[in-house]
């Protein structure tokens, strides 16, 4: 099957950057209702605003191997960029994944995230592989953050986005990201 | 509880034609795999002749129930009122004991807000006080439930003690996967009011005894609900032998509809109760200063009530009481007794509940050593093998036993041997794909 790529089994056994570190601006902890994965993710910014640098990404995760490695990719490519950059391989990412197959995804933007594609077949693990991207995003609002000019700020996944054979709890999982960006 | 009726699992030929009338079963599933449906602790297929019976009411009697008085309506009258007698002798009761919720989830929270709605001012006038005491809640009374209950039967309880000032108490679990006996006496005492606990664990696959809970709860006065949407659906079940106030169970895990559930109650106590859901249909006499209620069910069935899918479900039944519930229930015990000898030889799989036979029904829950349960569900999903991860709506549960999620695999009357072996075949994929296993 080719939802299982290597780099994800690799990610997923050996995640970069794991474990939480000081210091940090915000730390946020997320969770998936459907299965109770978790992860609680803390950023370091240098700097203001969306040009701010993403010094560092820590966390700590127990989830599955999706979640893992997206978090373990998520956190190599945001590290040591801007906001703004950090944001935009959110929203390739999660073009991509809701993309039900049809965008293989830009390696330049999401680099290993690529090896992605394959969950946009599976809906129901669709929010596996975001659980830490919303877990960042959220963070980044939470350090002080305006993302609401960015596609990010649409982050929430739309009930059309995700079709679970739970959607309230998908929707749910993503409350606390819409609520804050709207507060 | 030994007395699980004595039959005979389904022979092969008669498993064939039970799979005859789940058309679904006949189908593949990414790309071209046969659908090996083992989730029907989530919900069952449906048989032709549960989908023929609703078919035929929309086709020939459908009106508006207890409405009109044209011949549709009575026909569509007297097809729901005639479904309410096949699902009451289905489980023994009488049938003006059997209400018609949406789901079992509604069937339990009506029973929770009876509760609170009992201590609202009038809501208990002309019951006789005795009665009405058992109903009232407050500071210093105490709920009791378990902790290998579904969220359904946890939360509105929970939300029961919030309204009330009640304190919500619990029995735990064993490491084993059995409820821990040994707190009874302490966790159900004289401070108890209504003791809620499932049959069936929907994960564990225990099946609890209900007589001592019950025992218990009756030497203090306590009222008791039994949730058995995991218990009806694969076990004989009679109401009056269990000993209980208040059964819930779901249509659509027994391999009837989605969009109906059943409360039967004791009719002293439904006829006590104040009503839940209010509007048409539930009333005796609307007045613009205040409003009487029906005698129940109909007490409790506001609105127009979904009779296509009441009809649905007694077809259900009887397709079950003509396979025979004791074979029902020796079938789903072979094919657990195989599924768990089957894990027992792979040591990098962990049963999460009983690991024999005894007192336990045909939901198996486990993990893979150092393999996420979404993982395992994914790659049996690829073989064409459909099971449930996660929690199953049962957090707290998952919680005790030290897990966060589970893959649980659950059966019903259609499943065979061969599709434990298809299950356990692809189940050995798991640890070469993760490589985690030599």
Redesign the interface.
């Known amino acids: ?1 080719d ?2 790529q290597e780099i994800i ?1 690799e990610h997923s ?1 050996r995640p970069l950057h794991a474990g939480l570190r000081e210091p940090f601006n915000a730390q946020v902890h997320h969770v998936n209702p ?5 992860v609680t993710l803390r950023v370091q910014l240098s700097g203001q605003g969306r040009s701010a640098m993403v010094a560092d990404v820590s966390y700590d995760a ?5 979640s ?1 490695a997206a978090t373990s990719v998520l956190a190599d490519e945001v590290i040591g960029h801007s906001v703004t950059q950090a944001l935009t391989s959110f929203a390739a990412m999660r073009r991509m994944l809701t993309s039900k197959g049809a965008d293989p995804g830009d390696e330049d933007e999401i680099g290993d995230g690529v090896a992605f594609a394959g969950v946009s077949k ?1 809906p129901a ?1 669709i929010k ?1 592989a975001l659980l830490g991207w919303m877990a960042f995003t959220d963070a980044l609002t939470q350090a002080g953050v305006d993302i609401s000019q960015t596609s990010a700020a649409h982050s929430a996944l739309s009930a059309s986005d995700i079709t679970t ?1 739970d959607n309230t709890i998908a929707r749910n999982t993503v409350t606390s990201n819409t609520r804050r960006t709207h507060d | 509880m030994s007395d699980i009726a004595v039959g005979a699992a389904f022979t092969t030929a008669e498993s064939a034609a039970i799979r005859g009338d789940f058309a679904i079963l006949a189908r593949t599933v990414r790309g071209g795999k046969p659908l090996v449906y083992l989730d029907s602790g ?1 919900t069952s297929q449906k048989p032709r002749q549960m989908l023929d019976a609703e078919r035929a009411f929309y086709e020939q009697h459908n009106a508006a129930v207890h409405r009109g008085a044209h011949q549709l309506a009575e026909e569509a009258t007297d097809a729901y009122e005639g479904a309410r007698a096949t699902v009451a002798r289905f489980i023994g009761a009488q049938t003006q004991e059997v209400v018609f919720t949406k789901n079992a989830t509604e069937a339990l929270n009506l029973v929770a807000y009876s509760f609170s709605n009992a201590g609202a001012t009038g809501a208990m006038d002309g019951v006789d006080p005795a009665l009405a005491a058992r109903f009232a809640l407050g500071v210093g009374d105490e709920i009791v439930i378990t902790e290998m209950e579904h969220h359904s039967n946890l939360v509105p309880w929970q939300e029961l003690a919030r309204r009330t000032g009640a304190t919500l108490r619990w029995i735990g679990v064993t490491d084993d996967g059995r409820l821990n006996l040994g707190d009874l006496d302490t966790v159900i005492t004289e401070r108890t009011k209504v003791v809620a606990f499932t049959h069936v664990s929907n994960v564990l696959g225990t099946i609890n005894p209900v007589d001592v809970i019950v025992e218990r709860a009756r030497a203090v006065g306590a009222l008791t609900v039994l949730d058995a949407c995991q218990s009806v659906p694969h076990l004989a079940v009679d109401v009056v032998d269990l000993g209980v106030d208040f059964v819930a169970f779901s249509g659509h895990k027994m391999l009837g509809p989605l969009g109906i559930g059943v409360l039967w109650g004791r009719y002293d106590l439904l006829k006590a109760m104040p009503p839940f859901l209010t509007g048409g249909s539930m009333i005796e006499v609307v007045r613009m200063e205040g409003s009487t209620y029906a005698d129940p069910p109909q007490r409790f069935e506001a609105g127009v009530p979904m009779a296509a899918q009441a009809v649905g479900l007694a077809a259900a039944c009887d397709y079950l009481t003509d396979l025979g519930m004791a074979r029902v229930t020796a079938h789903e015990h072979a094919l657990t007794q195989a599924l768990l000898d089957g894990l027992a030889q792979r040591p990098w799989v962990r049963v999460i509940g009983p690991v024999d036979g005894k007192d336990r029904s045909g939901a198996v829950a486990f993990v893979v050593d150092g ?5 395992v569900g ?2 049996l999903d ?1 073989a064409g093998v459909a099971v449930r ?3 199953h709506c049962a ?1 707290p549960l ?1 919680r005790r036993m030290d897990v ?2 589970t893959t649980r695999a659950s059966f019903a009357a259609y499943n065979t041997v061969s599709e434990v072996d298809a299950l356990l075949t692809a189940l050995d994929r798991v640890p070469v ?3 985690t296993v030599l």
């Open positions: 099957m939802l299982y089994l056994k459907t299965c109770g994965d978790e127990a989830g599955c191997s999706i893992t599976y693990r596996c054979s | 989530a393999i996420h349960p979404h993982d994914q790659i690829d991860v996660g929690h957090w998952h966060t999620a794909i993760f490589g």
